[in-house]
């Protein structure tokens, strides 16, 4: 079966009533976990994002204490488990700010956790690429907004 357009399905769904509409929101909950965690932010959390940013940032926090350090490969594992939160709730949000907080906090935490990234290239290239995504992602924000955050990812560069 071939999924229909983004247009298309909005053309289909203007068709249907409220009634129905909340129906097949509440079916398309039931089927993945992450299509209902869009659900709860969209209604519940959209209208605040700092405190989003910040329960997020709490999130990533709890990771990296739980960080191996001793076996790099563990280490790894849960640092690719933080990005991953962050990056799901960066594709939430859809706002530049939220992702340029969020992946400058991941940097930070990268950065100060204990693990030497010189010695290991798929850290290095990792802390990299997303000093790189935060470098786009200031591109799309205000000159004066972007400016405070170009400060912060200076002094995360290696």
Do not use: W
Request: charged content about 30%.
């Amino acid at each position: 079966m071939k999924a229909a357009t983004v247009h298309e399905l909005k053309d289909e769904l203007q068709q249907l009533s409220p009634k129905q509409l909340v129906e097949l929101c509440l079916r398309l909950s039931k089927f993945k976990k992450e299509n209902k965690e869009l659900l709860t932010y969209l209604l519940f959390e959209a209208h605040d994002l700092p405190a989003y940013i910040h329960n997020v940032k709490e999130q990533m926090d709890e990771a990296f204490t739980a960080l191996n350090k001793t076996q790099v490969f563990l280490a790894k594992k849960t640092i690719r488990k933080a990005l991953r939160i962050a990056n799901k709730h960066i594709r939430f949000t859809g706002s530049k700010i939220a992702e340029v907080e969020l992946l400058i906090h991941f940097c930070t935490l990268l950065k100060d956790c204990g693990i030497n990234l010189s010695r290991t290239p798929v850290m290095l290239n990792l802390y990299q690429g997303q000093l790189k995504k935060v470098q786009a992602a200031l591109k799309g924000l205000h000159e004066e907004e972007a400016y405070d955050y170009k400060r912060i990812v200076d002094k995360l560069k290696m």
